[in-house]
């Protein structure tokens, strides 16, 4: 019988969902912080591209979130290769409703994951992050955004509603790889016994 050590403890580097300015980038930071670890955050246009990148080395992981709409998708779609080593709970930056100047927007852009938070009144135009959804109130392609109060500041937004922070769970996961001569699946710079 094989003994798998496997876990978190070498992890210097975490892929997430960008661009600057995500709930993840912050709770990434966050873990890497609370394990006294000085390393990377990877951001990438969506969770899934994020798992792609990431290398079955076992310095590099995926932090995901528990409201990820796919998160069961993401989790039991890749369970040959994906293992969720570690979860906290951490607030999320300040959810916002904002606008680049319409006090009332008819159309706002969100990522799925707080759409509740977008007015009945409005349209929902749905992206990638919440970050993105900033940046594309910004350039003017929809009147308001469901956002972290650090995005709408960095892209000049005006807070309508300030939904304040919202206590998250966060996960995170590492790519596995597997032991040629047992067939069994190894965390990425596990040792097997």
Known sequence: MRHIHAGPD??????????????LEAASHEWLRRRGVEGTVHLHSSIESALEAVPADGQHALTAC???PALHTLVFGNL?????????IMPTHNMVLA??????P???A????????VPDSAEVHEVLSNSQAAIDCAAGKVEGCITTIVAAERHGLRVLRDFGPVPMVFTVHQVLSVDAGAGEPLTAGAVAL
């Open 110 to 117: 969100s990522h799925p994951a707080p759409r509740g938070l």
């Open 66 to 68: 528990a409201v990820y």
């Open 10 to 23: 070498r992890v210097r580097n975490l892929h997430t969902l960008g661009p600057h300015g995500t709930n």
């Open 80 to 88: 040959h290769r994906l293992r969720m080593v570690d979860s906290f």
């Open 106 to 108: 008819a159309t706002v």
């Open 99 to 104: 606008s680049a100047g319409t006090p009332v």
